[in-house]
């Protein structure tokens, strides 16, 4: 496997192709890490990386978010927990690299004490108001900020520095024509000035630069050979802030194609970035000309994911699913909806609480039923799966239940990669599935796991028998030539999976009706604006403020929560998004032994709640 070649970038040896790509967990207090951040990056790099690229690390006080979780790498006090981070790295055999940025005109969209700044007033599509022009003053300071941050790192003990120059960023924002209206040559000269100014503090630091493929830079032959001729590497990405985080719509690295391409453009170690998570694309990466593969997610998913990819066992692998819930939300740190061992600091895993129904005996070692085979009875099987024996019930056919669902929907097939997952590793366990159980048939099992999910109930109207549940028709072929899609108004990916159904099969017209502000409302930001996009010429018409009144045969009425003045649309077809409602277990509980209740058959939730009950349960 190409993967596994050591390579030598500049003087560092790297035990692997494989590399961290820039994040960071948000475990930082008035701008300052904490003990617990350099805890995941020991773990991060015990899992074989051969290098890890810290991210959120900024160098100026207007670049920073009014909460302060990143790193303000050009404060002294800063270091220590800096060092702690870059030690618990290299002290795993991985390189320790700090990637150095300022936002320039982008706030991210979270609040900031100063006002965004950048080479021209030029405003960025994704804030509301135009920023203001940097003086040469001010450009002398913001490349003495990145010198002083570097050699920060340099003193914590990091041995590779890797400026942003992608994503809108700052530096970014320098490099295009669009927002910095001079010759390439000067547009590059900042980042040259700060590229030989932390030279100048340290000679022996490796330095790298990150680039956007498909941002309002551009890509340009002349930024890349420029770049190239300054940087020890060169590590390429994609897109902008709300398109650079791919969600599970994009099913193929956006890269991969372009690496040969790419690789004539470089003539320095290119590092190729962005929603790689198989052995195969990796190799393909490589073979067109990569010299480094970089992903993140994947790693957060599994920090383990690079040994058991270069040990052969990539079937082993917990797989990222680029949902971006959890991972993108920083409620309160980055988290992972897949990875219930991913919790906030001071706790040991992910918060979960099963609903205890009865405790019985000493719990461990005897034998233990799980009723339900979704992602909450799935997770407590692969937790117990080798340490007891376990039976898996599940009445229908195939494992997944809700999970199953909307991995059939149109680009979320993100979710069919978990259930894969699950599947391979659960050899061990006695999966009986189209088996349904009563709790005389539990009687005895030490333990009881009821995990039977929860089911969609539509609001009593007339006519309302004639409408699909979201849940029933996610998965197969709608029909018609009028579409009507009915939210239940918190906008999340029924409605909208439910939309793009219509949009694959034909649908002339496609109306959806919201009691909410807007279509979408409550997806992932990245998921959303990934979405619209897809959406776009599509014959779709949202009516916020509206709710369903009735349903008839080749129409529906339709009524304002503001007015409440009512509208008839033609819709030969209509899908409704339910309430979500847990299914009754009481007559599930045995007489005997110990009962747990879990995911969505305690409360419906997310998968990340069913995931984490199940490890909790297990």
Avoid at 140 to 147: K, L, N, P
Avoid at 203 to 209: D, Y
Avoid at 270 to 292: C, K, M, Q, V, Y
Wanted: contains cysteine.
């Amino acid at each position: 496997m190409h993967a596994a070649e050591p390579f030598d970038l500049a003087h560092l040896g790297l035990r692997n192709r494989l590399v961290g790509t820039a994040h960071g967990r948000g475990i930082i207090a008035d701008g300052l890490p904490l003990p617990e951040d350099a805890d995941y990056w020991r773990r991060l790099a015990a899992g074989g990386a051969a290098m890890l690229i810290v991210g959120g690390t900024v160098v100026a006080p207007e670049s920073t978010w009014r909460r302060r979780i990143t790193t303000e790498a050009w404060r002294p006090e800063a270091v220590p927990g800096m060092a702690a981070r870059a030690e618990a790295i290299r002290a795993e055999g991985a390189v320790a690299a700090c990637q150095l940025v300022h936002l320039g005109r982008e706030t991210t969209g979270a609040e900031q004490w100063f006002p965004p700044v950048a080479p021209s007033a030029v405003r960025s599509p994704r804030e509301p108001t135009r920023p203001r022009p940097l003086s040469a003053g001010e450009l002398d300071a913001i490349v003495e900020g990145f010198r002083r941050s570097a050699a920060n790192a340099v003193a914590a003990g990091f041995q590779v520095i890797e400026l942003h120059a992608a994503h809108g960023y700052l530096l970014a924002q320098l490099l295009s024509a669009e927002t910095n209206p001079r010759p390439v040559e000067k547009r590059l000269g900042i980042v040259d000035r700060i590229v030989r100014q932390i030279r100048s503090s340290a000679p022996e630091l490796v330095v790298g630069v990150r680039l956007s493929i498909g941002d309002e830079a551009g890509e340009t032959p002349e930024v890349l050979a420029q770049v190239s001729a300054i940087a020890d590497y060169v590590n390429l990405t994609v897109g902008v802030r709300t398109t650079y985080v791919r969600d599970m719509g994009t099913e193929a690295p956006p890269l991969v194609g372009d690496v040969g391409r790419l690789r004539q453009l470089v003539d320095k170690p290119l590092l190729i970035s962005h929603a790689f998570r198989a052995g195969e694309t990796i190799e393909a990466a490589l073979a067109a000309g990569a010299d480094l593969v970089g992903m993140a997610r994947a790693l957060i998913a599994d920090p383990d994911m690079p040994r058991k990819l270069l040990g052969g066992r990539a079937a082993d692998i917990r797989p990222c699913v680029a949902c971006n819930e959890d991972c993108r939300a920083f409620d309160p740190v980055l988290l992972c909806s897949v990875n219930p061992e991913l919790g906030p600091p001071g706790a040991a895993r992910r918060p979960a609480a099963p609903l205890v129904v009865r405790r019985a005996g000493v719990p461990g070692g005897g034998r233990v039923a799980i009723v339900g085979a979704g992602p909450a009875g799935l997770e407590c099987a692969f937790t117990l799966a080798g340490r007891s024996e376990v039976v898996l019930f599940d009445a229908r056919d195939e494992i997944g239940g809700q999970l199953a669902v909307a991995a059939a929907a149109p680009h979320r097939s993100g979710w069919r990669a978990l259930l894969d997952f699950y599947a391979a590793a659960l050899e061990s366990v006695d999966l009986r599935l189209g088996t349904t159980v009563a709790a005389d048939d539990l009687a005895g099992f030490d333990d009881v796991v009821i995990a039977i999910g929860s089911t969609e109930l539509l609001p009593e109207l007339p006519g309302i028998e004639r409408a699909l549940p979201s849940s029933s028709a996610i998965g197969r072929r709608l029909t018609g030539r009028n579409l009507l899609v009915v939210d239940d108004g918190f906008g999340w990916w029924p409605c909208a999976s439910a939309v793009e159904l219509g949009v694959r099969a034909g649908f002339g017209t496609i109306t959806v009706a919201t009691p909410g502000a807007a279509f979408g409302t409550t997806l992932p930001p990245e998921g959303r604006v990934q979405l619209l996009a897809r959406l776009r010429g599509a014959p779709l018409d949202v009516r916020p403020f509206t709710t369903l009144d009735s349903v008839g045969e080749d129409d529906a009425v339709l009524r304002s929560t503001m007015s409440g003045t009512t509208e008839r649309v033609t819709a030969d077809t209509v899908v409704v998004v339910g309430e979500r409602v847990a299914r009754d277990w009481s007559a599930l509980v045995p007489g005997t032994g110990t009962v747990r209740v879990i995911g969505d058959a305690l409360v419906p939730r997310k998968a990340s709640h069913a995931i984490a009950e199940g490890r909790a349960a297990g």
